[in-house]
């Protein structure tokens, strides 16, 4: 019997209410509001530095850490993406950690919450050749991406950075990252699409539909104007000052091995989602970038489209964090409704459940509140191989559950 099966009469609608779901430990109540604005690029310019496919918005973790943390406080993310929710700790004065098994993550997450200032990264790129002889017979073929040119200089600053790894130069990294592919001139490659790597095959196929050839791009220019615009909000000092209370790790969100046990009051985060994104292939050219073994990322990131295998990892890092939370500290964890099996799936109900068994987390947490924030089009909306409405998900639902 599947897990599904299992659980389907542990937690069932109110009737009466449809805002409540009724659980062996009384009522759970489902809040429908607009909790945080559906404005685009309203927080710090610093959240915006890089496109990460899935991610939620940077309101979500300042709309919880405002009501359940005070300053110097400890926040943490064990699926930690680009970083938004350590960066958001560290611009309210909380201490941070984040978590993901992606080494990627560590490369757009740690520049963020220590930056450099644009008069730095100026200068570091004047110090930089990009314009050394390069091996092309050597290097991957990326000519549906790029022009030769600019492929040489891209070549030449992976190459550098690899060797150099100061605060400076990891934020060039982090800035040339969010350069690699997209649909504008401000981009390095020809069109393309900015929040996923697409396979080299379709990009030929843009090329040709579109009758184009990669044209050169200066890396060095671009590279500086978009630091401008990610430094633009200010707050370098307070940042760096904050740095050193913040902590990033590599690892399985289900053994948070450099976590210590009771040392988190607040967990804001988003697990995968029932394989609605493949985070290897959809960033194979950041990975290319950074030197990452596709094997090293491969295998380790839980991608299933088995819901009771979603459910075993959900849990498993329900237990984790139960771990590493103070007494009667709190987990906001952001999932969705999804397309399972030809019908819409409430992933929150599922979460309800898992605290609610016997079998998986019923002694650990205990469900406080649902938060839904609805939306007119999915979260993967619009995005290569998703159609609107047909995957992802149409609304954000935080399962807020407290640590018993």
Not at 209 to 236: C, F, H, M, N, W
Request: hydrophobic share 35%; charged share 25%; proline share 5%.
């Amino acid at each position: 019997m599947s897990a599904q099966a299992l659980l389907k009469n542990i937690v069932t609608e109110s009737a009466s209410q449809p805002s409540q779901l009724i659980t062996p430990f009384g009522p759970v109540t489902r809040k429908f509001d607009e909790f945080w604005t559906a404005k685009q690029r309203q927080m710090h310019s610093l959240h915006y530095a890089n496109s990460y496919r899935a991610s939620f918005k940077p309101e979500l973790p300042e709309y919880f850490i405002s009501l359940f943390t005070n300053p110097g406080d400890r926040v943490g993310d064990p699926f930690g993406g680009r970083g938004t929710t350590i960066l958001q700790a560290a611009l309210m004065n909380r201490k941070g950690v984040s978590n993901d098994v992606n080494p990627l993550s560590e490369r757009l997450a740690a520049p963020k919450i220590c930056p450099v200032t644009i008069e730095e990264i100026s200068d570091r790129l004047d110090e930089i050749d990009l314009n050394a002889p390069v091996d092309m017979s050597r290097e991957e073929d990326m000519s549906m991406f790029y022009h030769e040119d600019t492929y040489r200089e891209l070549i030449n600053l992976r190459n550098y950075l690899a060797e150099h790894r100061d605060d400076i130069d990891r934020f060039i990294e982090m800035t040339a990252l969010s350069r690699l592919h997209g649909h504008s001139n401000g981009f390095f490659s020809a069109y393309s699409f900015p929040q996923i790597s697409i396979p080299k095959v379709n990009q030929a196929k843009i090329n040709k539909t579109r009758g184009v050839e990669p044209d050169y791009r200066d890396i060095k220019s671009r590279i500086l104007k978009k630091a401008k615009t990610t430094l633009k909000s200010g707050q370098v000092d307070e940042l760096r000052r904050w740095a050193k209370h913040q902590k990033l790790t590599t690892g399985d969100s289900r053994e948070l091995k450099e976590w210590a046990s009771e040392s988190v009051n607040l967990v804001v985060t988003s697990p995968p989602f029932l394989n609605q994104v493949d985070y290897v292939q959809d960033t194979w050219i950041e990975t290319w970038f950074c030197g990452i073994p596709r094997e090293e990322v491969e295998g380790k990131i839980v991608q299933t489209p088995d819901l009771t295998k979603w459910m075993e990892f959900i849990s498993d890092t329900l237990s984790e964090l139960h771990r590493v939370l103070v007494p009667c500290g709190l987990v906001a964890m952001e999932v969705g409704e999804v397309r399972y099996q030809g019908e819409l799936l409430n992933l929150d109900e599922i979460l309800v459940q898992l605290t609610c068994s016997h079998q998986y987390n019923r002694h650990q947490f205990k469900v406080k509140e649902i938060y839904v924030q609805s939306q007119q089009f999915t979260k993967l909306a619009n995005c290569f191989r998703v159609e609107n409405n047909k995957l992802g998900t149409n609304t954000n639902r935080i399962v807020l559950m407290e640590k018993i």
